[in-house]
């Protein structure tokens, strides 16, 4: 399964696209139409594009991005049946738009409760911003802030963006991306409680920052997981001047960086690349 935009050229729109494929590569003829399904939020020239994607334990696919559908980048979900059919018990037939800030909101990573519930991760003008649904693609009221919760780690305006999120055994929430909040871009995670708090045993009020050289080049983390209980975040280090938009730019990867952050917040040393 893949998924991201089709740029309808004729029109001025582009729109979610999946693809689904057999183990042999080729198209699976049983998922929408020919093995493609293309989604349009607005019905008309509105920008809809899908950054993540995960498959729920009932085989519904969930893909999640942005949408400008109400004038401005929101928040955008669909859920498909695994026919790649809408699934009309999700959202408004099917689709989800949730707005932060009246400004730039977009979706680039999921991650699925044991209970269903789900959450989405990206940012918001800048910050970590973290949506909780419930299974049919209503807010969970019961998280943050009428089921949103944003992150500034300068509490002054910097940059941040939470690339990936993963939900622990206890049920705490980790995300990660890259934060200017020192000058530069460091890695950045915040860890928050099930209610979505953050959580103070984790690092400093519930944030770890990491800079790799101590020479202000950009600490970009892409990935999240947590094996062993650790929580371990890969991503690039990048030089000269980095664009990021709804659509990202990223220029010139250096060197591929990995580390490893303890229960609590802090680097472990013992072992940084396993």
């Not at 980048?73 to 669909?78: C, I, K, M």
Request: charge should be negative; charged fraction near 20%.
């Amino acid at each position: 399964m893949a998924a991201g935009i089709t740029d309808i050229l004729c029109c001025n729109t582009e729109n979610f696209a999946l693809a689904r494929y057999n183990p042999d590569g080729t198209l699976d003829a049983t998922f929408g139409s020919a093995g493609k399904v293309i989604t349009d939020f607005s019905g008309s020239d509105s920008d809809d594009y899908a950054y993540a994607l995960a498959i729920q334990s009932d085989a519904k696919i969930l893909a999640g991005g942005f949408s400008n559908a109400n004038g401005f980048y929101d928040f955008a979900l669909a859920r498909y049946n695994p026919d790649g059919a809408l699934d009309t018990s999700f959202g408004s037939s099917g689709k989800v738009l949730t707005d932060f800030v009246n400004e730039q909101d977009v979706i680039y990573s999921f991650a699925i409760q044991s209970d269903g519930e789900i959450v989405a991760g990206g940012y918001s003008f800048g910050d970590f911003a973290l949506a909780r649904y419930d299974p049919d693609g209503t807010l969970d009221r019961s998280f943050g802030s009428g089921g949103k919760v944003t992150t500034d780690f300068s509490g002054s305006g910097s940059f941040e963006i939470a690339f990936a999120i993963a939900i622990q055994s206890d049920g705490k929430i980790v995300a990660t991306g890259p934060s200017d909040a020192s000058g530069s871009y460091d890695f950045a995670l915040a860890r928050y409680n099930s209610n979505g708090t953050l959580d103070a045993s984790f690092g400093s009020a519930g944030i770890v920052m990491t800079d790799f050289s101590g020479s202000g080049s950009f600490d970009w983390p892409t990935a999240l997981g947590h094996p062993s209980r650790r929580q371990d975040c890969g991503g690039r280090r990048f030089r000269r001047r980095l664009r990021v938009s709804p659509v990202q730019s990223l220029t010139l990867p250096l060197l591929g960086s990995q580390n490893r952050v303890g229960r609590s917040g802090s680097l472990d040393h013992l072992a940084p690349f396993l």
